[in-house]
């Protein structure tokens, strides 16, 4: 399960509408070995795709250097799908490289009738893709 402050939860949020049509993407880093999501990095991407999201190499670089230097690693890695449901597509697989991340996906396309996005949690590992709960708290 994921659990997740409302503030956390709204950035994400806000991002993946902001970034519409292009997907958006980033990473929610948090005290290493916690498990518990803290740090809203939200990240350029790099394809600038409304299909697809790219991490810019750089960027990605610079950003594991300072959550080494912090002591934390990436909690949550979210991006949004803009047309389609919040669901891991084949490429999203082939990115998930952190069996310890969950995986959020944002969906800002009306897909299911439920209201403008979606938000969901996944954990992917070796390619297995397991949708988990959600828990969206005030503070930890």
Known sequence: M?????ALYDQIVAH?????????CGVVAGPAGEGRPERFIPML???RSP??????SQDLLKLYREMDDRDE???VIYHSHTATEAYPSRTDLSYANE???HYVLVSTADTDGAGEFQFRSFRIV??????EEVKVVEAY
């Open 51 to 56: 299909t697809f999201y790219e991490f810019d």
């Open 2 to 6: 994921l659990t997740i402050t409302q």
């Open 45 to 47: 991407n790099a394809a």
């Open 126 to 131: 070796a390619g297995e893709v397991t949708e």
């Open 73 to 75: 690693e990436p909690v």
């Open 99 to 101: 069996p310890g991340a």
């Open 16 to 24: 993946a509408r902001e970034d519409h049509p292009d997907e958006a």
